[in-house]
């Protein structure tokens, strides 16, 4: 039985531990829960949030509507040759998705391990990390239509992946909830050790045939090192996308700044290292107020204990403008802000 809390604090359901409040608040734990809130009056006068974990969110103000915390269960496995299919609810976090695959040997999902948030969230965001995106072991997800309570299976083709991006924040955005996901992984493992960082740890350990659960660990490892423990210190990760530009635009700023970190990807395009952009810029470990980014990497700003959303947007603004003017390159933000 879904039940409906009004004036809700949201700080416990923010990774940044912004003190915001919800107008309406409800958290679902199963079909019959969702289909309930789907028919209920507050659905259909309410302006709707959909929270999982809240690790990709920054709010700037209370919310005055209905927040909706999706917290849906159970992961299970189908065999087909050499494939498993993976089912896991909306809610399941999605580390201990990892966790359950690499322990039964499933593999492509290890250099996602340690991203926080929820499955459901995943292919939204077409989460990634170490040379892996979500859309390369994504099979399918089932969605129900906000407005009608009818589920509806997706595709891959429909979901229409791209960097950090899909058709549910495009044309579909705001019209699903995503209940379960649906991965294709493989029992037998090809290893994913193209970035430097993992080969480096793989070294130090002694390992040259890694297994998935090595690179799972060292993964997890230099993410530990590298970024803030959300329950210490709020952050959401992230908070810029790594710049894509075109190979001549790259040429030109190559001609300023030789040492650009760069990574060639699909299409001829180049990736450009947003954290080092903003490094250059005199940003990494700075405070400013009670925000500022982290010591061990000036991609993830952070709440040094009171921040105010706004506070942490108003800094981002600073850190997007200081970028362009120095190199030319506009950042775009990876995190959602309400």
């Known amino acids: 039985m879904t039940i409906f809390q009004q004036h809700t604090s949201l700080k416990p359901y923010n990774t940044f531990g912004i003190a915001v409040k919800a107008l309406y608040f409800a958290e679902v734990v199963s079909l019959s829960d969702l289909q309930e809130l789907l028919s209920s009056e507050l ?62 040997g499933y593999a492509g999902v ?77 029992r037998v493992a090809k290893i994913n050790t193209q970035y430097g960082a993992i080969q480096e740890e793989l070294a130090k350990r002694g390992i040259s045939k890694p297994t998935i659960a090595d690179v799972s660990a060292v993964v997890a490892h230099i993410r530990v090192s590298k970024l803030p423990d959300p329950t210490t ?37 180049v990736k450009l290292a947003a954290g080092w952009l903003i490094e250059q810029c005199g940003f990494k470990g700075k405070v400013f107020g009670q925000t500022g980014t982290w010591k061990n990497q000036a991609l993830v700003l952070v709440n040094h204990g009171q921040a105010t959303g706004q506070e942490v947007y108003s800094f981002s603004e600073n850190i997007i403008n200081t970028v362009e003017a120095k190199f030319g390159v506009r950042l775009e933000r990876e995190v959602n802000i309400l």
């Open 233 to 269: 210190i709020g952050n959401a990760g992230s908070f810029f996308k790594n710049p894509v530009i075109s190979a001549s635009d790259f040429k030109k700023l190559q001609d300023d700044f030789p040492e650009t970190v760069h990574y060639q990807v699909a299409g001829g395009k």
């Open 43 to 104: 659905i259909k006068t309410q302006p709707l949030l959909i929270l999982g974990g809240g690790s990709n969110v920054l709010f700037t103000k209370d919310f005055e509507g209905l927040a909706v915390k999706v917290s849906i269960p159970g992961i299970s496995a189908v065999d087909q040759g050499e494939d498993v299919i993976v089912t896991a609810g909306a809610g399941v976090v999605w580390n201990d998705f990892v966790n359950y695959c690499v322990q039964h």
């Open 110 to 186: 290890e250099n996602l391990s340690l991203i926080p948030g929820t499955v459901g969230a995943s292919p939204i965001q077409n989460i990634g990390a170490y040379g892996v995106e979500l859309k390369d072991v994504f099979e399918s997800c089932t969605g129900m239509e906000i407005s009608t309570g009818i589920s509806r299976s997706f595709s891959h083709a429909d979901c229409q992946f791209g960097y950090r991006d899909s058709i549910f924040k495009n044309e579909l955005k705001g019209q699903y909830l995503i209940t379960e996901v649906r991965f294709r992984l493989s």
